[in-house]
Nanobody, 117 residues
């Protein structure tokens, strides 16, 4: 069994910063990629950022230059540093992990990020 535990969400003013963390634990053979998705009210789930085991990184155009994804392989943890936050960044943020030779997909429980004055 694999668990993804997220932390770091909250309420922040426009222009502020937050750092999300997601730690994977359990029966992990290998991590192919980890990433962050978000879903705002009334909108579809969208990819925010992802990082592969080889270090390849992909960002949504809307967060390029403001968000940074990183990994600590020793801790099986992925981070999302979010700077210059905007009200449109308000959403539930979900951690995702692509694990093992079968590319099994796992999701965290979600953490709320609210950007408001």
């Amino acid at each position: 069994q694999v668990q993804l535990v997220e932390s770091g969400g909250g309420l922040v003013q426009p222009g502020g910063s937050l750092r999300l963390s997601c730690a994977a634990s359990g029966s992990i053979f290998s991590i192919n990629a980890m990433g962050w998705y978000r879903q705002a009210p009334g909108k579809q789930l969208e990819l925010v950022a992802a990082i592969t085991s080889g270090g390849n990184i992909n960002y949504a155009d809307s967060v390029k230059g403001r968000f940074t994804i990183s990994r600590d392989n020793a801790k099986n943890t992925v981070y999302l540093q979010m700077n210059s936050l905007k009200p449109e960044d308000t959403a539930v943020y979900y951690c995702n992990a692509d694990l093992g030779p079968s590319s099994d997909d796992y999701w965290g429980q979600g953490t709320q990020v609210t950007v408001s004055s």
